[in-house]
């Protein structure tokens, strides 16, 4: 079974009875802390549990040393999921509002832990939902304590000091999800010092999405990448982005194309800047 794999509105639709299904809505705003939360209590998809990214989905913040969104501590996750009704043959479908970018994080966190097979991304997100017509839900999600067991894979993710080791390295392959203005270093609307890591090329994640939401087909995706990888094994490729979700587009994209797993650098843009002896680029 593929690593990557999308369901559609109408898919979903006729397995929201299945008792395998686990279904988490991964809402979230930058911008509205309280978005998520707020939103899934005004409708969500019938049967989903709530999983917020900043309570649920990273780890404690460390002003100064950890990136914005730091992975969460691996047997935290883990009994979080067991909450949700997770076990480990569960299928489970993870949705935001569309591009998928923190749904995809949880796609990446479940891999990470070691669940690769049986997780889809609603392809869309809960725009297509409701483009198809479909009903949304006010009751909360069923109670069962789930089974789910998992160990991070380390070989998944990569820290700032292994990083730094490899930028000089031909083989790497580092890919910065952010907007070609972030990249450059023209604009930067969050973090303290704008710019990109050394070596890295501009891989915005909103490019692995076409114009009705949705991803575009597996061939594209490759093409994308391939360009990116110029030659370079998959296996040697790093994403990043401000703070560790939508490199994990790129990251399911790059899946969806056929390619294994690169790596994460979970801390990214945000934890890199921490270190004044790390290295900043811009422009192009």
């Known amino acids: 079974m593929p690593l990557a794999q999308l369901i559609t509105p109408q898919q979903l ?3 929201l009875d299945s008792p395998k299904l686990v279904i988490l809505d991964c809402r979230f705003a930058l911008e509205d802390l309280d978005y998520g939360q707020r939103s899934y209590a005004e409708g969500h998809i019938a049967g989903a549990h709530f999983a917020d990214l900043e309570r ?3 780890g404690k913040v460390v002003k100064g040393v950890t990136g914005r969104h730091p992975l969460p501590e691996p047997q935290r996750l883990v009994d979080r999921l067991r ?3 997770v076990d480990n043959d569960s299928q489970v479908v993870l949705y935001d509002d569309g591009p998928g970018a923190f749904a995809a994080r949880a796609w990446w966190l479940l891999a990470w832990l070691g669940k690769r097979d049986g997780v889809s991304i609603l392809d869309g997100g809960l725009k ?3 483009a ?3 009903p949304l839900s006010l009751d909360p999600a069923p109670k069962r304590e789930g089974t789910f067991s998992g160990e991070p894979d380390m070989h998944l993710s990569i820290d700032a000091e292994q990083l730094a080791k490899t930028l000089k390295k031909p083989e790497l392959t580092l890919i910065d999800a952010r907007g070609l203005p972030r990249f450059r270093g023209e ?3 969050i973090d303290p010092v704008a710019g990109h890591i050394p070596g890295a090329q501009c891989a915005a994640f909103t490019d692995n999405i076409g114009a009705d939401g949705r991803f575009l087909p597996a061939d ?3 093409k994308r990448f391939d360009e990116k990888l110029a030659g370079r094994a998959p296996e040697q490729l790093v994403a990043y982005c401000g703070s560790g979700v939508t490199a994990c587009h790129n990251l399911f994209a790059l899946a969806l194309a ?3 797993l690169g790596k994460l650098y979970a801390g990214s843009w945000s934890e890199w800047i921490n270190d004044p002896q790390h290295g900043v680029a811009t422009g192009d």
Do not use: I, M, R
């Open 56 to 58: 649920d989905l990273s």
């Open 128 to 130: 297509a939902w409701h």
């Open 132 to 134: 198809a017509h479909l």
């Open 220 to 222: 594209q995706l490759k």
């Open 258 to 260: 056929g390619y294994p």
């Open 13 to 15: 639709a006729e397995q």
């Open 187 to 189: 604009v930067e609307p």
């Open 83 to 85: 909450e949700w009704g």
